[in-house]
Nanobody, 119 residues
Framework: QVQLVESGGGLVQAGGSLRLSCKAS????????MGWFRQAPGKEREFVAS????????NYAYSVNGRFTMSRDNFKNTVYLQMSSLKPDDTAVYYC????????????WGQGTQVTVSS
């Protein structure tokens, strides 16, 4: 079993940047596909970005493509989400996920970190 802890959230003005981190423990994340999801108030959780266990080019939701960059450091057992040109619509709780496949049908979840973008 793997435990995930997100950090790096906070309050930022529109146009600003934040970098989220997700530190894993319990297992080596090199065997997992990793993803970032978010949930805004009153909305369902949605996909943001994902990266396979071997790395390579991440996948992004259309709404964040070109503004967010996901990366992984298997030696540090950590994944990152660099967020730039933030918009108020990016306000949400951001969750890290680990799964054995890129479908993320039954992932391990972190507890989430709040990102608030003010206009």
């Amino acid at each position: 079993q793997v435990q995930l802890v997100e950090s790096g959230g906070g309050l930022v003005q529109a146009g600003g940047s934040l970098r989220l981190s997700c530190k894993a423990s319990g297992r080596d994340i090199s065997v997992y596909a990793m993803g970032w999801f978010r949930q805004a108030p009153g909305k369902e959780r949605e996909f943001v970005a994902s990266i396979s266990c071997t790395g390579g080019s991440p996948n992004y939701a259309y709404s964040v493509n070109g503004r967010f960059t996901m990366s992984r450091d298997n030696f540090k057992n950590t994944v990152y989400l660099q967020m730039s040109s933030l918009k108020p619509d990016d306000t949400a709780v951001y969750y890290c996920a680990a799964d054995t496949t890129m479908s993320f049908k039954a992932p391990y979840w972190g507890q989430g970190t709040q990102v608030t973008v003010s206009s």
